[in-house]
């Protein structure tokens, strides 16, 4: 996951993704057809206080959504489950989503 500093310089990654995606269509508009697997991956992003450790689970991308299967992490010293079905829709300059999530023993810090 350390790849995806190249596409944003603040976001630090590192763990196992498995992808397999097709990639279709202009880069305004992709159609995307496949899947991403998260194998004990961890997320941070520049700027907020909690980022994501250990996190395992299933996105699936079907034309222009990503759309979670499962996907568990812990942050904050608590367990976080994304809810099925909770999706990042893109399409051009516009970014839609529905995120869903259960959180245990989270602690944020501001």
């Not at 904050?76 to 259960?102: D, I, K």
């Amino acid at each position: 996951l350390a790849i995806l500093q190249i596409f944003n310089a603040d976001l630090l990654g590192s763990g196992i993704s498995v992808v397999e995606a097709t990639v279709r269509g202009p880069l305004t508009e992709p159609d995307v057809q496949g899947r991403l697997e998260l194998r004990n991956a961890s997320l941070y992003l520049t700027g907020l206080p909690n980022g994501l450790d250990q996190a395992n689970g299933l996105i699936l991308f079907d034309r222009n959504r990503a759309t979670v299967d499962t996907l568990t992490a812990m942050t904050g010293g608590g367990r976080v489950v994304m809810q099925r079905g909770s999706f990042v829709g893109f399409r051009g300059p516009v970014l839609l989503y529905r995120m869903q999530a259960s959180a245990d023993n989270v602690r944020y810090r501001s």
